[in-house]
């Protein structure tokens, strides 16, 4: 069964900073990976997705990479702000029909 | 922007209730999808169903689940007779199809007491 883990599970930045999430996969096989932010007691709010065939992809202030072979995903968050606080979540899609998701990243930009 | 839509947002029961949680997808969509996310926990594939067919269930997705299309815009899951530990936020998604991004609604908050 496909095990996510995600590293660290929180951190707190001044606002400005650079920051990387990490999201990591026990099989390789997978069929694509989305990122999702969820602000305390609401849904998921879709950010990214990854196919498998690709190795990054781009939206504003946020770049997500994939590494296959070694399992890994990052998600790039350029010029952090407040609004950024939120839990980062990454899911890797099994065959397109599910996702499994990591404990994801509590993220707080300090003003 | 169309969003997927849930209803109740929170549903309180007694164990051993029926409960039916409510979603509607995005209007174009073809694939939905139940998941949940016991309070602290990651969150948990239920179900996908294309075509008015389950595609994919999980372990946790046992006879005591269904789910369900009545009409062209809803979408339900029914837990049958409820435990305590299906105490757990319940999320709807949608896509287009396998390739794209899923959507995801706000949720319903099941407390089962």
């Known amino acids: 069964k496909q095990e996510v883990t995600q590293i660290p599970a929180a951190l707190s930045v001044p606002e400005g900073e650079n920051l990387v999430l990490n999201c990591s996969f026990t099989d390789s096989a997978i069929y694509n990976l989305q990122w999702f932010r969820q602000d305390p007691g609401k849904g998921l709010t879709s950010l990214l997705l990854i196919q498998s065939s690709q190795r990054e992809q781009t939206s504003g202030r946020l770049n997500a990479s994939l590494d296959k072979s070694s399992g890994r995903s990052t998600l790039y968050i350029a010029a952090s702000q407040p609004g950024d606080s939120a839990t980062y979540l990454c899911a890797v899609g099994k065959n397109g029909n599910q996702f499994y998701f990591g404990t994801g990243t509590s993220l707080t930009v300090i003003p | 922007e169309p969003e997927v839509t849930q209803t109740p947002s929170h549903q309180v029961t007694q164990m051993g209730q029926e409960v039916i949680l409510r979603c509607v997808p995005i209007?174009?969509?073809?694939?939905f999808y139940w998941y949940r996310q016991i309070l602290g926990q990651k969150v948990e594939f239920l179900v996908s169903f294309y075509n008015n067919e389950i595609s994919e269930k999980s372990e946790i997705f046992d006879d005591q689940f269904s789910v369900e299309r009545p009409d062209g815009s809803n979408f339900t899951l029914k837990i049958r007779s409820t435990k305590l530990e299906d105490s757990a936020m319940y999320f709807c998604a949608s896509s287009v199809d396998t390739y794209n991004e899923q959507f995801f609604g706000p949720g319903t908050r099941l407390t089962v007491l």
């Open positions: 209007s174009n969509h073809l694939y």
